[in-house]
RNA sequence: GUCUUUAUGGUGUAAUGGCAGCACGGACCCCUGUGGAGGGUUAAGUUCGGGUUCAAAUCCCGAUAGAGACCCCA
């Protein structure tokens, strides 16, 4: 053992871990430029959209999760801890009850619409696996003020432009999307569950494609109000398997047909699929089994899933809710949004290698024949970086060789070895690392071949 | 919280109860104004804690961490 060797008398410390908490990652410059890729594209995009950017703390007073679900019990999935001051704090788990705050507290002042994103992280105890971990990021996009479907239009448009800005095809990815009012008539009004029941059963059609035809079968034949009513239970099912937005009215019981394709929330769900498809989305379409785990959606809900089966999770998911306010007393605003979270994203780019390869952390290195010529380079280092050049010097009087080794390991295109007689000249030999090509340039004429 | 599975230098691996080895990578040296080469030197490892055994990287128990599934999903 290393320190049993070091201290002489002295009690032999445990060396620290160098493994990072559980379930959280460390970024060394290869992850972060890729992670600079991920959030740079999606800042473009959003930003195309007319979006500002905002920010906020990572820790939130733990009431304002408790508030939101109306439920005793804070979430067994939050870091939450008790401060000095002997407030319950809490680890964001999610951006939609922070900016909702913040929209809350400004309300009189800020004039809507508001166009609003931000890339935080997020923390969430729970086991890590694949798609999920204790910390990620993840952009959210949100439109308040606007009560017409032309946000849930903008919003999904937003979503599927981040996923074509990163390279992918219109088949590589769907949309799905469904809505809460729709799931609210069919089990409430026309398969008449109470409250309870409905509630249990959107969690298991959320569930409906983890587990066996059959026990779905039989968990919704044994749970819901339509017990020993198999023809019922049928349909249900039928229903649930529908493909499509004409096949799934189709299920519904001969009394319900009529009223619910003239219903204002399939009307709803119809006109914006229409709208998408005009913009050119042509991979959204309608999913009956879609619920999204959160209670606060009203209206419209949707999901982004990779269409290749080793993807699972859904990538981006989002929708509309225009009552969150009202925890803060607040005024109603209407609201839209979506999250997109960076462990699924990587994966999906990565099975698809749209991830980009390495980057380079200078345009130019300056190799340098000793270290009494260090001055003279620093000077001709920075007279290159007023003109926009990314520069790096070699101070480690290594042989040329080994510093241009250096360069071409850090991925550096183009090198200049420091010499006495080019310092007394003014003329260097610009050397493409790539080609291999060498050429005899004067100062002025480097910056502009090297930014080319 | 539950289950499955894995853990050997920085990385990738070998050693199936009997000398921890190899490759790549790192540092240094040789080659002294031009890279990926070669030669040489060197540092660096059995995740941690117990147990079985004459003997443990190897078998057993526990912990921790990774991967994955469940639960949950914010």
Do not use: C
């Not at 209206?299 to 929708?319: A, L």
């Amino acid at each position: 053992m290393s320190t049993e060797k070091t201290g002489a008398g002295a009690p032999s410390k445990k060396p620290l871990s160098t493994d990072p908490y559980k379930g959280v990652r460390d970024f060394y410059p290869a992850e972060m430029a890729v992670q600079n890729h991920i959030f740079g594209t999606m800042r473009k995009v959003v930003e195309r959209f007319g979006y500002s950017e905002y920010g906020a703390s990572v820790l939130e007073p733990a009431e304002l999760y408790k508030a939101k679900s109306g439920e005793e019990i804070i979430n067994e999935q939050t870091y939450t801890f008790i401060d000095r001051g002997e407030r319950e704090v809490t680890l964001r788990p999610e951006m939609t009850p922070t900016v909702a705050r913040m929209i809350a507290a400004e309300r009189k002042v800020l004039s809507f619409p508001l166009r609003w994103y931000s890339i935080p992280n997020l923390f969430r105890y729970e086991q890590p696996q694949k798609g999920r971990l204790r910390e990620h990021w993840q952009l959210n996009v949100d439109i308040f003020g606007v009560k017409s479907i032309q946000a849930e239009v903008e919003g999904i448009s937003i979503a599927s432009g981040i996923l074509r800005e990163f390279g992918l095809k219109d088949t590589d990815f769907e949309i799905l999307v469904n809505s809460r009012k729709v799931m609210n008539y069919i089990l409430g009004e026309v398969f008449a569950l109470d409250a309870e029941a409905a509630r249990v059963v959107s969690k298991l059609i959320d569930r409906k494609e983890k587990m066996p035809a059959s026990d779905f079968a039989a968990k919704i034949e044994a749970f819901v109000g339509i017990k020993h009513d198999h023809e019922k239970t049928q349909k249900f099912l039928a229903m649930l398997n529908s493909q499509n937005f004409d096949e799934f009215i189709s299920h519904l019981p001969e009394s319900a047909r009529a009223a619910a394709a003239g219903h204002e929330a399939f009307v709803e769900v119809q006109t914006l699929l229409g709208k998408l498809e005009a913009l050119g989305i042509t991979n959204a379409r309608f999913s009956q089994t879609l619920m999204r785990g959160f209670d606060y959606y009203t209206g419209i809900v949707f999901e982004v899933f990779d269409t290749s089966p080793e993807n699972r999770r859904s990538v981006f998911g989002g929708g509309r809710y225009d009552d969150l306010l009202d925890i803060f007393g607040a005024e109603k605003v209407a609201a839209f949004g979506f999250g997109a979270g960076d462990v699924v994203l990587r994966d999906l780019l990565e099975s698809r290698n749209l991830l980009p390869s390495a980057t380079k952390s200078a345009d130019l290195y300056l190799a340098v024949m000793g270290s009494t010529l260090d001055d003279s380079a620093q000077e001709i280092a920075q007279e290159l970086r007023e003109a926009g050049v990314r520069v790096a010097v070699d101070y480690s009087g290594r042989k040329i060789g080994d510093q241009i080794k250096y360069a071409d390991k850090q991925n550096i295109p183009f090198v200049i070895v420091i010499g006495e007689e080019e310092v007394k000249s003014g003329t260097f030999k610009l050397k493409n690392l790539k080609s291999g090509e060498e050429k005899v340039v004067k100062a002025e004429e480097i910056a502009k071949i090297v930014l080319n």
